[in-house]
């Protein structure tokens, strides 16, 4: 199964497929429609105190975090157990494209059913994406796993570009079509969804997965199956997470990943803040920039995958981290719309290197015969890091009134994690992963 064309080709395809959800509902228009069209600027009242919509925004997205951090791990203990990753994949695909979809019946006012349905299609996005991540180690032999790592990015930085382009398009010209902004909104949010399920057929006909599946220990066989791996699934979640102390090399990566992760992630979460309230920019720059660094990011996951290959992907990730730093830096001095515009182009190339080779180290350093149960902790790690980074801008920006303060202060973030990921030791962390014993449970 291993570098299989076929199966890599269709695995490519879900990224291509569900980038359009991250990049046009949750990163771009979803955000502005809830704020503007939804609540309002009267807020909501919940509980007898009034919560703006940029809280509540924050609220949604961390519960969507924590139900992901309570059930992907056993989830991913139970697939790896079953060998049913692509069935899950193909699950949480259509019911989060399902919940995107129905975005459409999100009136102004509706913000219950707005509440409801995003939290739900991010929640299958994100554990989608847990079984997604799995595949890797068993499609790509170790020598492409990088650049197998980079291609998948690399088509969903173009299918989330595309898509965004034409949502982008029908919210410009919807008086042109005849129809209110807030009704383009809601058509392109549903646009999403469809797009969403229909590119993932290709994945369903093309992604292969060995079927073999693993025998149940004595403890759990004259259980019924669901119960037997209920069971399973949470014991071993339990006993990685105990073991993964053990592995000194691989904690001290995920340490290092989420303290960059954090920086990178409000890097481009807040930077629509920054160029609005700093730079005074209009929402159609803002908009124009997030499509230009999804373009950039192509070129940049495949770039950073070529130099993955030659120097190794710890080196290159090292080296996206430094020009990361030379980001914020030249963040604090910019002043026109043209700077912010060459920002995104530097984002956009080190944000698809350092995403796609992190998932790719990552996956060198963990058992195979547990990618999904591990990928599940990864995923935890990744939101648990986006916690951090924006609380940090925030509080800076609001403390010495300066959000040019704010953006340089994250430089903090990726020194910190390079200078972490200068200790991670390769060798001694493949020799570890070898030592990793699935009969613990």
């Known amino acids: 199964m291993k570098n299989d064309k076929r199966s890599i080709f269709g695995w490519c395809m879900y990224d291509w497929a569900n980038s359009a959800y991250i990049t046009t509902v949750h990163a771009a228009l979803l955000p502005i429609y809830f704020r503007e069209g939804i609540v309002g600027e009267s807020g909501v009242v919940i509980f007898g105190q009034t919560v703006s919509a940029p809280s509540l925004w924050g609220y949604m997205v961390g519960i969507a975090a924590l139900i992901v951090f309570l059930f992907a791990p056993v989830l991913g203990a139970i697939a790896d157990f079953s060998s049913a990753k692509k069935r899950f ?102 646009m999403t969804g469809l797009w969403w399920a229909g590119w993932t057929v290709i994945t369903l006909i093309l992604l292969k997965e060995d079927r073999t599946e693993q025998q149940l220990p004595e403890l759990y066989r004259d259980r019924p199956k669901i119960s037997a791996y209920l069971s399973l699934g949470i014991n071993r979640t339990i006993a990685t997470a105990k073991k993964v102390g053990h592995f000194k090399h691989l904690s001290l990566f995920v340490i290092a990943y989420m303290i960059y992760n954090d920086g ?91 995403q796609a080779l992190s998932r790719s180290f990552y996956g060198v350093m963990i058992p195979e015969q547990a990618s999904a149960e591990f990928y599940g902790f990864f995923s935890v790690f990744s939101k648990f890091s986006a916690i951090w980074g924006p609380l940090t801008f925030g509080l800076i920006g609001q403390i010495t009134g300066s959000f040019r303060l704010a953006i340089i202060s994250l430089m903090v973030f990726f020194i910190g994690g390079l200078i972490l990921l200068s200790f991670v030791n390769v060798e001694k962390a493949k020799a570890e992963k070898m030592a990793f014993d699935i009969s613990h449970v």
């Open 264 to 354: 990178a992630h409000t890097v481009t979460s807040m930077a629509a803040i920054y160029g609005s309230d700093e730079l005074g920019l209009k929402a159609t720059s803002l908009m124009v920039t997030l499509l230009l660094v999804q373009f950039v990011a192509v070129f940049g996951a495949l770039i950073f995958g070529a130099i993955a290959n030659r120097i190794g992907a710890k080196r290159a990730v090292m080296v996206s981290l430094i020009l990361w730093s030379g980001v914020v830096i030249y963040g604090y001095f910019i002043q026109s719309a043209m700077e912010f515009f060459v920002l995104g182009m530097v984002v956009g190339l080190v944000l698809g290197g350092t």
């Open 89 to 190: 994949l193909i699950g949480f695909a259509y019911f989060g494209s399902l919940f995107a979809t129905l975005l459409f019946f999100c009136e102004p006012g509706y913000v219950w059913l707005s509440v409801i349905l995003y939290i739900s299609s991010q929640v299958c996005f994100v554990g989608g994406n847990v079984f997604y991540d799995a595949f890797l180690p068993q499609l790509a032999s170790e020598d492409r796993m990088d650049s197998v790592s980079a291609r998948g990015y690399a088509f969903g930085y173009v299918g989330g570009s595309i898509q965004f382009g034409i949502a982008l398009a029908i919210v410009a010209m919807h008086e042109k079509i005849g129809i209110s902004q807030p009704m383009a909104v809601r058509i392109s949010m549903a």
